[in-house]
């Protein structure tokens, strides 16, 4: 799990295809490795990867066919920026929103402009994912949490301050961008909690108003 508060802005290094996949290396910039493990997980935009190989300023990670095919990582090359966040620990602040790394769409770019000290971004959303997007609730936009101002369609818009602006790579984002976007948690379950189907069962209940009344319920 993640927060969406970027902690580097990282670069692809390199990238080895291998039969339908990548193994990719990434520059880790400010990133603090010291606590970092084979096997943990560090977010590339918004991707939640796992380190196979590490050292104190990259990690190495696989990339599967899935991934390349749902996000935006099939357009890395060597040298592209990428927002980079270790995997959130109990003893964290949940300053941003619960991210879990998987990407569920990616969106284009449409507009970007100032709005006073601050950057306008319109982003249109798949089709599939547009009900999960609502206004004041959160998105994950190349990893980074971010609040949705309003939504119109599949068009969303959000404001980009300059802290944030500053620290990722959404600085290098113009129009017609791909970028991953990931939807609320909370959306997606919610959502198949009212629409999986649920079991039958051959038992009747036993709480009945008149059971209720019997025992001391009115």
Not at 10 to 32: A, C, F, M, N, Y
Request: aromatic content about 6%; charged content about 20%; overall charge negative.
């Amino acid at each position: 799990m993640f927060t969406g508060i970027i902690q580097s802005e990282g670069e692809i290094s390199k990238i080895e295809p291998r039969d339908g996949d990548w193994k990719v290396t990434i520059k880790t910039g400010k990133l603090d490795m010291s606590d970092v493990q084979i096997g943990d997980s560090i977010a590339a935009n918004g991707i939640c990867l796992t380190a196979i190989e590490l050292s104190d300023s990259y990690y190495v990670a696989d990339v599967s066919g899935e991934t390349l095919t749902v996000s935006n990582a099939d357009e890395w090359q060597v040298g592209t920026p990428v927002n980079l966040e270790k995997a959130l620990t109990l003893q964290d602040r949940l300053g941003g929103h619960l991210v879990s790394g998987h990407v569920d769409g990616v969106g284009i770019i449409k507009s970007i402009s100032q709005d006073a000290r601050s950057w306008r971004y319109e982003v249109e959303a798949p089709l599939e994912i547009c009900k999960y997007i609502a206004a004041k609730g959160s998105i994950g936009i190349n990893g980074v949490s971010l609040t949705v101002n309003n939504v119109d369609g599949c068009v969303f818009g959000v404001n980009i301050v300059p802290h944030t602006l500053q620290e990722t790579t959404i600085k290098h984002l113009v129009e017609g961008s791909r970028v991953n976007l990931e939807v609320d948690l909370l959306a997606r379950y919610l959502e198949r909690m009212m629409t999986a189907p649920q079991p039958e069962s051959s038992e009747t209940s036993n709480l009945t108003p008149e059971f209720l009344a019997e025992n001391g319920y009115k």
